[in-house]
């Protein structure tokens, strides 16, 4: 028996998320009966020594299907190396991280090979009397205990709540040649535009966030400064990605990016239900704004009332000096 | 061109979330349903596409009777016709069992979804839908053009932005900008009491999931406040409590 675990990279990095999803599968493991943990790689841009690395996590063997036409995140063809993958392997269940790839490269799996898919998956399962895993639903405002029920099944983790597991040794790296078909390259990428080098919003451990209280785009440089300071990734609220001031992937909330960090940092931000539905999953939140009443200060664990023009500067030299 | 527009009957976004019955259901006591936003954006573009390809929309949903208000809300915006599939949407694959059924049937040119429900998140019955029927996926899409029997999409990833090219029939799972939300007008309204609505009896029952209780998150804590000359202090407890940084 084993469990898989579907990798990705950005820019030839292992995603932090697939390092939490190798844990979750080790942790999985380790619950019940002690199955081999496989990681899945496509493509060819990572390392060997950073898939050997993945043993860290609690891999120890590695798959690497290493076919060119593997290093752009073709969804079909992703899913169709992962559902070949499954069977090879015979693994049961497959594991991986919620995501613009994971999501519908995970649904389409789950039809191919017969799997119960569950997302959004917050803890280990319950393993007494079924297979009952915790899922957060109604963006963050709540939790189901669900029950999987057929033997195979998929697990769609939430970023940034699985902790990752750094003791492991190194996993051996194998070469895996999956079967390829033209029909599963019918969608043609035909560019992709990304922020490089910058830290990704929905991996980040600190999210440092402005709303309608920056007053405009030439404001941001002070909460990139805190960002780049706490090494955090920027975000913000609807209107200011609506007026273009900030791009769209950086839109946090309901109709947004939903993130789970360990500190948001929340700066001239009224803090509107659909805005907090994006945060209410992260572990520490600081707001600042300069209306005692604001409602993100209910959501809070930490506040400033004050002009942000003059606490955020304050905070980053703060930090700096600390 | 024949447009599929899926649709989910949710509560609104700033509804507050509480259960009954030994927290086995959602307390709809005051709640308010709305279509899913996401599918709103979805309905926005299809009515779009309508206008300016002659084509028809086809609203769909798989749910009870109740959401039968939030279908003509739809049918006021702009579908032409609705399809109901009469049974509780409680399972993924199960409602994507049935709307693959409804595809099967239809020859749609293009089905238009949201990028996830604002109820279970899943952001997986597209996929599903897709590996039901043979039909490639996309989502989210951020913008969606037709140029005969080609889509150009653009779609939302970690950071930026991937541009697509796929030929149609394919399903779009849609988000913001892709058009901006149509508020239904008094026209509208009263042609959509007019509109066929279909209700047809599930294909299969299978299901693969069941939930068992729902759960609250903890309550918050109250917040500790911090005035602006006392920044240091604020780092310490960052630094310490919350261990951040
Ligand atoms: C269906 C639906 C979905 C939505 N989805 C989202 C979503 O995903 N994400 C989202 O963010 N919103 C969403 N919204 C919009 C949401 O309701 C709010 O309108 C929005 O979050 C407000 O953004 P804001 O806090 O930046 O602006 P405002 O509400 O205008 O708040 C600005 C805040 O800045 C403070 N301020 C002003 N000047 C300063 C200063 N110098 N220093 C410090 N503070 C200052 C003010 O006191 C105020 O609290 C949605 C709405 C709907 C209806
Ligand atoms: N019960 C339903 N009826 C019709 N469409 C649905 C239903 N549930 C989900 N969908 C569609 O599938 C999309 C993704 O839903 P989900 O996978 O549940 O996040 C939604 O935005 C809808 O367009």
Redesign the pocket.
């Known amino acids: 028996m084993s469990i898989l675990v579907l990798i990705e990279s950005d820019e030839g990095v292992v995603k932090k998320s697939s390092a939490e999803a190798v844990s979750y599968a080790a942790a999985l493991s380790a619950q019940a009966d002690q199955s081999e943990v496989v990681a899945l790689a496509l493509g060819n841009t990572v390392a060997r020594e950073a898939l050997e690395a993945l043993g860290k996590h609690g891999a120890s063997k590695v798959l690497q299907a290493t076919d060119e036409r593997l290093n752009q995140g073709v969804i079909q063809a992703y899913a169709s190396v992962v559902s070949q993958a499954m069977e090879k392997t015979g693994a049961s269940i497959l594991v991986l991280a919620k995501s613009s790839l994971g999501d519908p490269v995970a649904a389409r799996v789950a039809i191919q090979t017969g799997a119960v898919l569950a997302s959004n998956v917050v803890a280990l399962p319950e393993q007494k009397d079924g297979f009952v895993v915790k899922r957060s639903i109604y963006t963050g405002k709540a939790f189901a205990l669900m029950s999987m029920d057929t033997d195979k099944k998929i697990i769609a983790i939430q970023k940034n709540t699985i902790d990752i597991k750094e003791d492991g040794s190194p996993a051996t790296v194998e070469e895996f040649a999956p079967s390829l078909e033209d029909a599963d390259f019918k969608v043609h990428i035909t560019k992709t535009e990304k922020a490089s080098g910058e830290v990704l919003l929905p991996e980040a451990d600190i999210v440092v966030s402005g ?3 920056m ?1 405009g785009p030439e404001n941001w440089g002070m909460l990139e400064e805190l960002a780049e300071t706490l090494h955090a990734a920027t975000g913000c ?4 990605s609506d007026m273009g001031w900030r791009p769209h992937h950086e ?6 990016i939903k993130v789970s960090p360990t500190l948001y940092i929340a ?9 907090l ?2 945060v209410n999953a992260s572990k520490y939140i600081l707001a ?4 005692a009443e ?1 409602p ?1 200060f209910k959501a809070a664990d930490y506040g400033v009332v ?4 003059e606490v955020v500067p304050k905070l980053t030299e703060a930090i700096k000096a600390s | 061109m024949k447009i599929l527009v899926c649709i989910t009957h949710v509560p609104d ?1 700033t509804s507050k979330i509480s259960f009954t019955d030994d927290n086995t259901k959602l307390d709809t006591n005051g709640v308010q349903f709305i279509i899913g ?1 996401y599918d709103d954006y979805a309905l926005a573009r299809a009515v779009e596409l309508k206008e300016a390809h002659n084509g028809s929309i086809i609203l769909l949903n798989v749910g009870g009777a109740e959401t039968e208000p939030t279908i003509r809300k739809g049918l006021a915006i702009g579908a032409d016709e609705a399809i109901r599939v009469n049974a509780e949407p409680t399972d993924a694959f199960f409602v994507a069992q049935q709307i693959a059924n409804v595809v099967k049937e239809g020859s749609y040119d293009l089905i238009l979804m949201g990028r996830e429900s604002i109820d279970y998140n899943g952001g997986q019955v597209h996929g599903m839908v897709g590996a039901l029927v043979g039909m490639p996926s996309v989502s989210p899409v951020m913008r969606l053009e037709i140029e005969g029997d080609t889509a150009k999409v653009e779609r939302e990833i970690e950071g930026g932005k991937e541009f697509l090219e796929v030929k149609l029939p394919f399903i779009a799972g849609c988000q913001e900008p892709i058009a901006e939300w149509k508020i239904p007008n008094m026209r509208g309204i009263m042609m959509a009491r007019k509109k066929p609505l279909q209700v047809i009896e599930p294909a299969s029952q299978e299901k693969q999931t069941h939930t068992l209780r729902y759960v609250l998150p903890p309550a918050k804590g109250k917040v500790k406040m911090f005035a602006p000359d006392q920044m240091d202090e604020l780092v310490r407890a960052l630094r310490n409590e919350a261990n951040a940084f």
């Open positions: 709303g309608r209280g007053k609220s609807k209107p200011v839109h946090v909330g309901q109709t947004g700066v001239g931000i009224s803090g509107a239900i659909q805005h539905a994006g600042i704004n300069q209306d604001a993100f004050g002009d942000a023009f | 976004t936003p």
